[in-house]
């Protein structure tokens, strides 16, 4: 199938659990906030003073969480082009899936906080050494396929938090709101079992393994003049939508939940009813814009090699301010709102699907994963100004989270403006 060997889809199937885990650890908070943040600040859940709170505290976690990933980006990069793509794959499973499941333990949220950063700097690092693993394994003439089918890992990490978020705090416990998010942070520790698929049976791509100069790669060396117009285009391409897709999706489960406790006043519901129909419309906005975003990451596959990495950036930044107006900017229904995560998903989230192959097109073997992990992941920094933002906007209430959410579809705007210096990699071969 595809062209693929056994082991070159057991390679593409490795570094799909560690990016599907990373997203599933790296979301898991924004389900529990509305449980968590109260309960750690001693509020009552539910309270008009703990959803400002939880809307605070979810883009200052969300933006610290971002810094985190980007400082592990960085860092292991740098790990992955001097020790190998499969050992940093295993190193940063591992530490993000401890960092999630301390969470569960967090005595306040200043624990939490640091439980929080601990997990992020795995998360940042396990991207470029999985998406390095793939490009440097897989056929020429498939990279772009196997890149598109690594990040459709994302939308499937994505279901598996809604799904078990709903499980366990809106079924099993959903009586017991105050420690029900515990238990969720402890699903954290799942990656840590897949880790071990690639410790057993994944070894080094024959490209690194090759190299006789492995080991001397500096972040220096991305803005030497042979390098920085590369670095250039896959930072300012990652930048646009890290911060489109934070400042989005971070809330959702925010957005919704007050969503569904206005719904359920004017309906007037009993405080547990409202905690599942809260839950429930978690999960309808959720899904949706994952469903969304596994259709965008696989469109991207068609965009990428009949039209071009660029053309293909210029149709996703449109679709994604378009999808964000009208969401949020027309007047709707509250539950039209739910269904409308799915133009958002195919567009704000399925732009993703590019960088796996994109960003290792850019680079030399050298520097393949400290230049991937360097542009993806150092925008982190400018783009943890979105959710912080956001959040502190919205703790205003429920109305001015979506009002706030409208001004979001500004950025892909402004990616449209940063096409000139889009490198186009359509047709490159790997040195």
Do not use: H
């Not at 949220?109 to 640091?114: N, T």
């Not at 999706?249 to 809260?278: H, K, Q, Y």
């Not at 919205?394 to 210096?421: E, H, K, N, T």
């Amino acid at each position: 199938m595809l062209g693929f060997t056994r082991y070159q889809w057991l390679v593409l199937f490795a570094a799909w659990l560690g990016w599907g885990f990373d997203v599933f650890d790296s979301l898991l908070f924004n389900y529990v906030a509305p449980n968590a943040v109260p309960t750690l600040l001693g509020m009552p859940i539910g309270s008009p003073e703990a959803r400002q709170a939880t809307l605070f505290w979810t883009g200052l976690l969300t933006s610290l969480l971002l810094l985190g990933w980007a400082a592990g980006g960085v860092l292991f990069g740098l790990v992955c082009d001097r020790i190998g793509r499969t050992r940093t794959l295993l190193i940063t499973m591992l530490l993000y899936a401890v960092g999630t499941a301390a969470c569960a333990f967090a005595p306040n949220i200043w624990w939490l906080l640091a439980f929080r950063l601990l997990g992020s700097l795995g998360i940042g690092g396990e991207w470029a050494a999985g998406a390095a693993m793939v490009a440097e394994t897989v056929p020429e003439s498939k990279r772009v396929e196997a890149g598109a089918l690594l990040y459709t890992a994302a939308p499937m990490g994505l279901f598996l938090a809604t799904y078990v978020n709903l499980q366990v705090a809106g079924n099993w416990f959903v009586d017991d709101p105050e420690r029900s998010w515990r238990y969720v942070f402890l699903a954290g520790l799942l990656p840590a079992a897949a880790a071990f698929v690639v410790r057993l049976f994944v070894k080094e791509p024959e490209r690194w393994r090759q190299l006789a100069d492995r080991g001397t790669a500096r972040v220096g060396e991305l803005f030497s003049p042979e390098v920085r117009r590369y670095t250039l285009s896959g930072f300012l391409m990652a930048l646009v939508a890290l911060l489109t897709w934070w400042s989005c999706n971070a809330f959702i489960p925010v957005v919704s939940g007050g969503l569904a406790r206005t719904a359920a006043e004017l309906r007037g519901l009993d405080a547990m009813a409202t905690l599942v129909l809260v839950e429930q419309w978690k999960t309808l906005a959720t899904s949706w814009f994952n469903l969304g975003g596994l259709i965008g990451t696989l469109l991207t596959i068609p965009a990428a090699k009949y039209l071009g990495r660029k053309p293909m950036f210029m149709i996703y930044w449109a679709a994604s301010a378009v999808a964000l107006f009208a969401t949020f900017g027309l007047d709707l229904d509250p539950e039209v709102r739910l269904y409308l995560y799915f133009a958002i998903g195919l567009s704000v989230f399925g732009v993703f699907g590019s960088f796996t192959y994109y960003l290792p097109e850019l680079f030399p073997t050298r520097l393949r994963g400290t230049g991937s992990g360097f542009c993806y992941n150092i925008g982190r920094v400018v783009a943890a100004v979105g959710p912080f933002l956001v959040g502190s906007i919205a703790a205003r209430g429920s109305s001015a989270a979506v009002d706030v959410l409208f001004y979001v579809g500004f950025i892909p705007l402004a990616g449209l403006l940063f096409m000139p210096w889009v490198v186009e990699t359509r047709g490159r071969v790997l040195d």
